[in-house]
T-cell receptor
């Protein structure tokens, strides 16, 4: 079946460096994408979203890029901080559906 | 403060017992969801409800039941028919009929069945 997945299960990054987390999706009908951050023992927290009519969206220290041609989504975190250590999930859906499909997640560890 | 609350944070039960997990939201959201998360895995949808008195099965509904009698509340019952109930359970809600479909999550309930 169609699913959303991440390229790498873990990512180790030096504090202060930029992080890039990748996500591949297979449902070409998906038109809304979200990135969530989940800290240990807590519920996922919204980071940023993007619709399929955009290819880039920026937030505070984060940028999401969408490449519909290759069905690829990425999250860039600028100047990674220790508080960015968490599991990051991408999720996708169509605007006519209420269900989100989640990938397996990438665990980001920030080295001091 | 507006948000989603789940209680309790930790729950322990003996095998063969049914257990109900609480989820309450004061965000005035129409849609509510229950997910299950196992170690090292993503979220899997158990049930969702778009409106009061209506709900649909998600991808892994077997062994679970829900009710949606009030807009604010969406309790999940883990029945004895659920083969492997030990997991982290997350409740979420979202605005219905709006442009954004962001789901807001509660803090989760960790259920351990022995």
């Amino acid at each position: 079946g169609e699913s959303v997945g991440l390229h790498l299960p873990t990512l180790s990054v030096q504090e202060g460096d930029n992080s890039i987390i990748n996500c591949a999706y297979s449902n070409s009908a998906s038109d809304y994408f979200i990135w969530y951050k989940q800290e240990s023992g807590k519920g996922p927290q919204f980071i940023i979203d993007i619709r399929s009519n955009m290819d880039k969206r920026q937030g505070q220290r984060v940028t999401v890029l969408l490449n519909k041609t290759v069905k690829h989504l990425s999250l860039q975190i600028a100047a990674t901080q220790p508080g960015d250590s968490a599991v990051y999930f991408c999720a996708e859906t169509t605007l006519n559906d209420y269900k989100l499909s989640f990938g397996a997640g990438t665990t980001v560890t920030v080295r001091a | 403060d507006g948000g989603i609350t789940q209680s309790p944070k930790y729950l322990f039960r003996k095998e063969g017992q049914n257990v109900t997990l609480s989820c309450e939201q004061n965000l005035n959201h129409d849609a509510m969801y229950w997910y299950r998360q196992d170690p090292g895995q993503g979220l899997r949808l158990i049930y969702y409800s778009q409106i009061v008195n209506d709900f649909q099965k998600g991808d892994i509904a077997e062994g679970y039941s829900v009710s949606r009698e009030k807009k604010e509340s969406f309790p999940l019952t883990v029945t004895s028919a659920q083969k492997n109930p030990t997991a982290f359970y997350l409740c979420a809600s979202s605005i219905r009929g709006q442009g954004s479909y962001e789901q807001y999550f509660g803090p989760g309930t960790r259920l351990t069945v022995t």
